[in-house]
């Protein structure tokens, strides 16, 4: 069965880091695209970033390119998704998600993922 976990959330200031790890088991990272989403009391989950199965290229939705990296280890069956310069507007919960199929659209598309996990609080404020 596929199982994923995320870890790495926390509290933090403005302009802090986390970096979330999403650990995978029931399937290989680097043979499954892995998505990250977000969803804010009150407001809808939305598409983070995402790693591509084939070639590993990332994916950055407008609002967090340039301060979030993800990445994988594929040794380590995991996917990373580094925050920097965090503000208050990224506070929510962080769900990865496995792909069910080896092509996604973009934007991000929860309906195009099978499997999630449980989600990380990441609270960001002063």
């Known amino acids: 069965q596929v199982t994923l976990v995320e870890s790495g959330g926390g509290s933090v200031q403005p302009g802090g880091s986390l970096r979330l790890s999403c650990v995978a088991s029931?399937?290989?990272?680097?043979?499954?695209?892995i998505g990250w989403f977000r969803q804010a009391p009150g407001k809808e989950r939305e598409g983070v970033s995402c790693?591509?199965?084939?070639?590993?290229?990332?994916h950055y939705e407008d609002f967090v390119r340039g301060r979030f990296t993800i990445s994988r280890d594929n040794a380590k069956n995991t996917v990373y998704l580094q925050m920097h310069n965090l503000q208050p507007e990224d506070t929510a919960v962080y769900f990865c998600?496995?792909?069910?199929?080896?092509?996604?659209?973009?934007?991000?598309?929860?309906?195009?993922?099978?499997?999630w996990g449980q989600g990380t609080q990441v609270y960001v404020s002063s």
């Open positions: 029931g399937l290989s990272v680097d043979f499954t695209t």
């Open positions: 790693i591509s199965a084939t070639d590993g290229t990332p």
């Open positions: 998600a496995a792909a069910g199929g080896h092509r996604i659209q973009i934007p991000l598309h929860p309906a195009d993922f099978g499997s």
